[in-house]
């Protein structure tokens, strides 16, 4: 089993080039699908949902392959099936790309339920009725479910509530469909935005991505091109919340700053100091956490996938903060793990109310979830002892070599592959169970 020790760390310092967003990766991998000839991929990080995707599209006769300088290559003409293993598509969220990539091509796509990190829920029901507009019909089974269409044709698509996920898959249906959509209050994600950019590359006829209104002329044929996924805003803005957690200064590489610029205000509010430099960040500690109030939104609100690293900061900060969250309400299945290090944690009907200043202590801890898991890293590179985190491969499915990321600037973490033991729990003052 594998688990991490992560011990109380003071000032981080350093620099962290920021990887590929894994969100934009797993759209562009199923959107090269879309294409008649090999699309050429720059910068997607070699995650565990990567390598899901790699086995998924191989069964169907995708060849993808990453070359030596860690570009990834895709070409679907030899496809000759689209019938995806329910299991494999239901171990991450986003499988259901493949039906708006695969759709116009070959008119059937079976797969399971989007499964990945479970906020309780997280309804397709947007994505069902995008797609019937354009021609789709829909047949549900126990395990997965089926989409056929003899023809997808353009159409007028309101969503009745902001989705990057059903954005994106209409965008990919519509590509090739007969006829003109209109996407109307659609999300206006960097990653929505990285997808149409490809999807044009490609030969696509996609404008106003970005905005809230998207027109998609369907074109007949797509092809090969070469494209560079934008940097992961998410994993930047832990890095520059780890600054606060321990006192330091951290500054992230190779990202989009005007993607954060929702999340950097806040952070200021709380206390940090920034320094922005061309693709760089720069997070400053000055001592002092101030306690705050945060609704998180769809983009440019300030981002869901980062509250719960923000939780962890916030248990540090003068006062009670407050979190609310919009996107999805049932997202704290963190507060149970960081209460079990003492923090004083109430959470009802969707908002977390967070005492500050409590003594964080070590203990046996468990990330049920990607983003709970570096919010648990945070929490205990401030806790006192050592702190045990259990289910590495949650934080495995969005994060390519954390631990040594972690490492280069500073923080005393390393992986182990080891049953935790008897002695492993005493050292942490932890109990082990329920996890």
């Not at 949902?49 to 060849?63: A, L, T, W």
């Not at 493949?98 to 339920?113: E, N």
């Not at 269409?149 to 090739?176: H, K, P, Q, V, W």
């Not at 027109?215 to 092809?223: D, M």
């Amino acid at each position: 089993m594998k688990w991490l020790k992560v011990e109380q760390t003071p000032q981080l310092q350093g620099s962290v080039k920021i990887p590929g967003s894994k969100n934009s990766s797993l759209a562009l991998l199923a959107a090269a699908c879309l294409a008649d000839d090999t699309v050429i991929l720059k910068g997607i990080p070699n995650i565990s949902d990567y390598r899901v995707i790699c086995e998924i599209v191989k069964e169907m006769g995708v060849e993808i392959e990453r070359d030596t300088d860690d570009a990834v290559h895709i070409n679907s003409n030899k496809i000759f099936h689209t019938t995806i293993d329910p299991k494999k598509s239901s171990s991450f969220r986003t499988a259901y790309y493949f039906i708006g990539a695969l759709l116009s091509k070959f008119g059937k796509v079976s797969l399971g339920y989007p499964g990945g990190d479970n906020f309780v829920s997280r309804p397709i029901d947007q994505h069902i009725k995008a797609l019937e507009k354009m021609g789709a019909k829909f047949t549900f089974h126990e395990d997965y479910y089926e989409v056929e269409a003899e023809e997808l044709t353009g159409a007028t698509i309101y969503f009745d509530t902001i989705t990057s996920g059903a954005t994106i898959n209409s965008m990919l249906a519509a590509a090739r469909a007969k006829g003109t959509t209109i996407l109307m209050n659609a999300a206006r994600d960097p990653e929505v935005v990285d997808t149409a950019m490809l999807l044009n590359k490609m030969g696509a006829n996609i404008s106003g991505a970005g905005t809230d209104t998207i027109k998609i002329t369907g074109v007949s044929q797509l092809n090969g091109c070469t494209h560079t996924v934008i940097p992961d805003r998410l994993i930047a803005g832990a890095f520059l919340i780890s600054a606060g957690m321990t006192g330091g200064t951290v500054t992230v590489q190779d990202i989009v700053p005007e993607h954060l610029r929702t999340f950097i205000s806040k952070l200021q509010e709380i206390g940090l100091e920034f320094m922005v430099e061309g693709n760089t960040i720069t997070s400053y500690s000055t001592g002092k956490i101030r306690a705050t109030r945060v609704r998180t939104g769809m983009y440019p609100g300030f981002p869901t996938d980062v509250q719960q690293p923000l939780t962890a900061l916030l248990t540090q900060a003068d006062g009670k903060s407050i979190i609310s969250e919009k996107v999805y309400p049932n997202r704290f299945n963190h507060v149970q793990q960081l209460i079990r290090m003492g923090a004083d944690i109430k959470v009802r009907s969707g908002v977390a109310f967070i005492k500050g200043k409590t003594h964080l202590k070590s203990s046996v801890v468990h990330a049920s979830d990607i983003r709970a898991g570096i919010c648990l890293i945070l929490a205990g590179l401030a806790a006192e002892g050592q702190t045990a985190i259990t289910g590495v491969q949650h934080i495995e499915r969005g994060y390519e070599n954390v631990v040594e990321a972690f490492q280069s600037l500073g923080a005393r973490i390393t992986l182990q592959d080891s049953n935790l033991s008897h002695n492993d729990i005493e050292k942490v003052g932890g109990v082990y169970h329920s996890l």
